[in-house]
């Protein structure tokens, strides 16, 4: 995989890259891992085939923030009283 251009938006680093397929094809992306805009959720790493989407994508990180890690904390405890509840449910 090869980097190809370092770019920015609202202060958020992100890099469109290359590789080549399994099958020998060129392909191409926008890939996004800053820490500040995706701290304390458990998306590591965001992605997007244009960098009109990505700067959709980043946009909607920046703006729904606290709703992220809100839903992120339900379904986090959701899990949780399941296997609190289920604790030896398992299938033979």
């Known amino acids: 995989m090869k980097i190809i251009d370092n770019l920015e938006h609202r202060g958020v680093n992100y890099c469109f890259k290359q590789w080549v397929t399994w099958n020998g ?18 998306v590591k790493n965001i992605t997007a085939t244009t960098n009109e989407e990505m700067v959709d994508l980043i946009n909607f990180y920046i703006e729904a923030y606290s709703d992220l890690l809100y ?10 009283a399941w296997y609190e509840m289920y604790p030896n449910d398992t299938k033979d």
């Not at 992306?29 to 959720?41: F, H, I, T, V």
């Not at 839903?71 to 949780?80: G, I, K, P, Y």
Request: net charge neutral; aromatic share 4%; glycine share 8%.
């Open 25 to 42: 094809q060129l392909a191409s992306g926008y890939s996004c891992e800053d820490r500040n805009l995706l701290r304390g959720l458990t």
């Open 71 to 80: 839903t992120q904390e339900l379904s986090v405890n959701a899990a949780r």
